[in-house]
């Protein structure tokens, strides 16, 4: 990970390989996210999302970038 940066619930993580992979492996996790550029991860979750949920995020995030 090279930066993590956000607004309000906008985040961003910039990694320091291409973004596809990880972004595909997130989608078998069940987790959406967007590219913003050829190495930037974008999520940008609902105002309502429950901490359970954002929880489940950082998880298979967390899992999918140590993979």
């Given at each position: 990970?090279r930066?993590?940066?956000?607004?309000?619930?906008m985040?961003?993580i910039?990694?320091?390989?291409?973004v596809?992979?990880?972004?595909?492996?997130?989608?078998?996790?069940?987790?959406?996210?967007?590219?913003a550029g050829?190495?930037?991860?974008r999520?940008l979750?609902p105002?309502?999302?429950?901490?359970a949920d954002?929880?489940?995020v950082?998880?298979?995030?967390a899992e999918?970038?140590?993979?």
């Amino acid at each position: 990970i090279r930066e993590v940066r956000g607004l309000g619930l906008m985040a961003g993580i910039e990694l320091r390989q291409k973004v596809t992979p990880y972004l595909q492996a997130l989608m078998s996790h069940g987790v959406l996210a967007l590219p913003a550029g050829l190495t930037v991860m974008r999520f940008l979750p609902p105002l309502v999302i429950q901490k359970a949920d954002l929880e489940k995020v950082v998880r298979a995030v967390a899992e999918v970038i140590k993979a």
